[in-house]
């Protein structure tokens, strides 16, 4: 793999945003825990996309249904027989593929024979397990592999509760989880991970419109939060590549260090899942429609993102290596709304006269923007530590400050510094934000 794909996974681990999962025991194989500045950056990736998504718009409201789940979902939604990747086995080095991603399928990738792989079999992807004491039959269930059927068997209550009238969503975000028999690159493909989904309900011949709509709407988001407009591209699925139900589906993908990968799935899943669930569970799941007297099953768009897989994205696109004063530097240049501190409360020296004042701009700003508060070291240390972690602002207290109250913020990028009141600080670095 490239460079960038291995600086990026050490810099995870040495700055504590990616653990690899139960490491004191050797490692649970594609689990990963997410450290202290980690939780932050999946929790503003989250919190973007929530804000763009429900908060900013009077047309989708939110929902967190249950992860565990009855066979009678999945049976309705298809997931019982279709969730499946074929899977083969090479009979010589017992290596295990999925065989639609296998470049050449007479040849192991691993052990380089030919003609070694085994008939493939159909592999369920989902994880099944037994809720209550009594494991068997009835006691069944499932962890969700998906979080849009949340959304479906919820519809009308929804539709009910929340007074809104198609075109409108509703939007989750949570964990799911997936068999995959090839987890890998990272957080890219893990069997746990973060899904943020939104099924927009439209009358059935706004369907295409609407469509058309969401694929903008999600491409933008992207590069609207720093992703380059060369490293991301909208890719319409080939006829043969979408699903049963789906008239139309295209993938925002991300240029990563080994090709063009999915970030998002945007499709025009029509009235299937609707009229699946309908018919399975024999509820009315439709929307009446008084103004024309008529009564339709809505058309779903549905926007599928990955927040731990879009992490990775905007990890690698935001790793940057320069030159200050012939010392190379490692930068995070992340859109300072992900960045997982705002800001950096450094005084300039661990000098006891100075303590107490910075630690009043701490308290000041905490309320409002996540700081960190580091007095360890020379102040060039703590800087660099800062941008190896994204931090977009560094406020600096130093001597000066005790006698004008002025502190000293430094732009992680234009490594501009500028003095400012310590009154107007809140107000300066919001503005910034926002900005
Ligand atoms: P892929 O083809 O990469 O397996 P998919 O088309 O099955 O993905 P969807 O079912 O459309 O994925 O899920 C929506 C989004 O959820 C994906 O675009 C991705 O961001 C995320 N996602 C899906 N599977 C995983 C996984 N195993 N690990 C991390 N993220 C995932």
Redesign the pocket.
């Known amino acids: 793999m490239t460079d960038r794909f291995e600086q990026v996974v050490n810099l995870c681990k040495r700055r504590g945003f990616v653990y690899p999962s139960a490491e004191i025991y050797g490692g649970f194989r594609s689990a990963y825990d997410y450290g202290p500045v980690g939780v932050l950056l999946l929790k503003n990736i989250q919190e973007a996309w929530w804000r763009s998504m429900v908060q900013l718009r009077d047309d989708v409201v939110g929902l967190d249904a249950s992860i565990l789940s009855p066979p009678a979902i999945w049976e309705a939604s298809g997931h019982l027989q279709n969730f499946t990747d074929p899977l083969v086995d090479c009979r010589n080095c017992k290596e295990r593929y999925r065989l639609d991603q296998l470049e050449d399928p007479t040849t192991c990738p691993n052990c380089g024979k030919r003609d070694t792989f085994t008939e493939a079999r159909q592999f369920n992807l989902m994880f099944k397990t037994y809720a209550g004491p009594v494991e068997g039959s009835g006691a069944e269930v499932y962890l969700r592999p ?1 979080t849009a059927q949340g959304m479906f068997v919820n519809f009308k209550n929804v539709l009910e509760t929340s007074r809104k009238k198609p075109p409108f969503g509703i939007a989750q975000m949570g964990k799911s989880f ?1 068999n ?1 028999i090839t ?1 890998g690159n990272f957080i ?3 069997r746990e ?1 973060v ?1 943020m989904e939104m099924e927009y309900f439209v009358p059935p011949d706004e369907g295409q419109k609407w469509f058309e709509y969401w694929c903008e709407e999600r491409y933008r988001w992207y590069l609207d939060l720093g992703i380059p407009e060369d490293s991301l591209r909208l890719r319409p699925h080939d006829p043969e590549e979408l699903s049963h139900y789906s008239a139309g589906t295209s993938d925002v993908e991300y240029r990563y260090p080994w090709g063009w990968g ?4 945007i499709a025009n899943r029509t009235d299937y899942d609707l009229a699946q669930h309908a018919k399975a569970s024999g509820e009315k799941l439709e929307y009446y429609d008084q103004a024309n007297n008529e009564r339709y099953v809505p058309y779903v768009i549905e926007p ?3 927040a ?3 992490m990775m994205a905007f990890l690698l696109a935001a790793y940057s290596e320069d030159e200050i004063g012939g010392e190379a530097r490692t930068v995070l240049k992340l859109h300072p709304r992900l960045a997982p501190y705002k800001v950096a409360v450094l005084p300039l020296s661990k000098k006891e006269t100075l303590t107490p004042l910075a630690r009043e701009v701490l308290r000041l700003l905490q309320p409002h923007l996540m700081c960190d508060y580091d007095e360890t070291q020379s102040i060039g240390r703590r800087y660099r530590r800062q941008d190896e972690i994204g931090t977009p602002w560094c406020v600096t207290v130093d001597f000066d400050s005790l006698e004008d109250r002025a502190v000293t913020i430094r732009d992680r990028d234009t490594l501009e510094q500028v003095r400012v009141p310590i009154d107007g600080l809140v107000t300066e670095l919001r503005g910034r934000l926002e900005g």
């Open positions: 998906e997936r995959e987890p890219f493909r893990t991970f899904q999915e970030l998002e799935g599928a993102a990955g731990t897989r879009t």
